[in-house]
DNA sequence: CGAATTTGACCCGCGC
DNA sequence: GCGCGGGTCAAATTCG
């Protein structure tokens, strides 16, 4: 696993503090020797039960700990091989003469899609050419976003669990997907304009793409209830349990379902690593670099591994 | 029975 | 101007 050189492990996880409390417990007990003027290897006798089983639960926690960096490290590789591979397929699309009409707007939005996961605002790194276009909207001033969720291949709903309520208006088979896209508003429409689209991938019907048009003027309705609930797709980090959402600040967030399903371990999730030749890895490791040390992104790690912490204690 | 979903019809922008 | 295709509407249907 290189992960080692992608992940900075000097995460400043809030764990340490116990570990200052171990090293200082010996300290304490030496001090209380000479001040009692006790002879020392008595209470040796006595302190070496409690350092034994004090170096069993640090030795139990070492090992969760590490248990969890490496299901970090294998969700991060699984997060990555999919950046690659998605990108390799837009990279494809954009010089694809196919897509005419809306020939602009994909290859316009795969810099927002692509760079949308770098500073976790995905809204704020989408562009308005869409609203350039579509005079329409140029008074609504949608920011397009757009989500790639991984489901169960044989989960055919077209349902995002996103943590907001959506009212389904309509389902259309468009001419360049077999698979039929459904659209959604907002339960709180009119007053909250926001609309989504999804549809299945072409290249990968376990792969939901919710596109996402405006931003919510109001928070969410149901996150919490949704994001610890089992059905359905939630925001979920990997296979980790996590409940603390990395969306909290961001409703609208690029979230990338990595539920460690079957369809997970398909060919294309257990191909080689390095078989992503035609993207930049300058740029995936500008990718990472910039997750590693966005502070939301630290701080929704370190949430997610205290809370495990806090769960398996 | 009200809310949510489905689905065919319609609207509208774009390319030829 | 016409046809195509994406997006939206709204009546019908389903669901809780």
Same mark, same amino acid.
């Given at each position: 696993m290189d992960c080692s050189s992608w992940i900075?492990? *000097?995460? /400043?996880? &809030?764990?340490n503090p116990r570990r200052v409390h171990e090293e200082a417990v010996p300290k304490v007990v030496e001090s209380k020797l000479f001040s009692l003027g006790m002879p020392k290897f008595n209470v040796e006798e006595e302190s070496t039960s409690d350092l034994e089983e004090e170096l069993k639960r640090v030795s139990a926690e070492n090992k969760k700990l590490a248990e969890m960096l490496s299901v970090v490290c294998e969700n991060y590789n699984t997060l990555r091989s999919h950046l690659m591979e998605y990108m390799r397929k837009n990279g494809e699309k954009e010089v694809?003469?196919?897509?005419?009409?809306?020939k602009s707007e994909s290859s316009n939005n795969n810099n927002s899609n692509l760079?949308?996961?770098?500073?976790?605002n995905p809204e704020s790194s989408s562009t308005d050419e869409e609203s350039c276009k579509k005079p329409r909207e140029e008074t609504v001033k949608a920011k397009i976003s757009r989500v790639y969720v991984r489901t169960? *291949?044989? /989960?055919? &709903?077209l349902i995002v669990k996103d943590g907001y309520q959506w009212r389904k208006y309509g389902q259309k088979v468009t001419r360049d997907n077999p698979y039929p896209r459904a659209y959604f508003k907002c339960s709180f429409a009119p007053s909250c304009p926001v609309k989504k689209k999804v549809q299945r991938s072409?290249?990968?019907?376990?792969v939901l793409l919710a596109t996402y048009e405006g931003e919510h003027n109001?928070?969410?309705?149901s996150s919490q209830m949704e994001a610890t609930s089992?059905?359905?797709?939630?925001?979920?980090?990997?296979?980790?349990?996590?409940?603390?959402?990395?969306?909290?600040?961001?409703?609208t967030l690029v979230t990338l379902?990595?539920?460690?399903?079957?369809?997970?371990?398909?060919s294309k999730s257990t191909?080689?690593?390095?078989?992503?030749?035609?993207?930049?890895q300058v740029l995936v490791e500008q990718m990472a670099t910039s997750l590693t040390t966005d502070p939301n992104f630290r701080a929704a790690l370190v949430a997610a591994i205290s809370g495990r912490l806090l769960h398996n204690n």
């Open positions: 900075n492990t *000097s995460l /400043d996880l &809030s764990i694809s003469p196919t897509s005419k009409k809306r760079m949308g996961t770098n500073n976790g169960e *291949s044989s /989960d055919t &709903s072409v290249d990968d019907h376990s109001h928070p969410q309705a089992g059905s359905g797709r939630s925001v979920t980090l990997g296979s980790v349990p996590c409940s603390a959402s990395l969306s909290t600040s961001t409703p379902d990595l539920t460690k399903s079957k369809g997970s371990n398909d191909k080689p690593k390095g078989d992503s030749p035609k993207v930049p």
